[in-house]
Nanobody, 120 residues
């Protein structure tokens, strides 16, 4: 069993910043890619940013230049630094990780979601 626990969401004014964290624990042999997705009411769940085990990153066009994804492999944790937040960033943010268990099988795991609300 693997758990991804998210934290850091909340209410922020436009132009403000938040830092999301997602810590993985449990039956983990290694973690490959980690990513953040978000889903606004009535909309699809979209990829926000991803980071490989080697540190290569990708970003959605809508957040590039404002958000930064990073990871701490010693803590099995991925972060999303969110700056210059806009109203359109309001969504539930979900952590995702590709994890190889000790039985050498790879699965996708999801965090519980954390609400980010940008409002004046």
């Amino acid at each position: 069993q693997v758990q991804l626990v998210e934290s850091g969401g909340g209410l922020v004014q436009p132009g403000g910043s938040l830092r999301l964290s997602c810590a993985a624990s449990g039956n983990i042999f290694s973690i490959n890619a980690m990513a953040w997705y978000r889903q606004a009411p009535g909309k699809e769940r979209d990829l926000v940013a991803s980071i490989t085990s080697g540190g290569m990153t990708t970003y959605a066009d809508s957040v590039q230049g404002r958000f930064t994804i990073s990871r701490d492999n010693t803590k099995n944790t991925v972060y999303l630094q969110m700056n210059s937040l806009k109203l359109e960033d309001t969504a539930v943010y979900y952590c995702n990780a590709q994890i190889e268990t000790w039985s050498r099988r790879t699965y996708d795991y999801w965090g519980q979601g954390t609400q980010v609300t940008v409002s004046s």
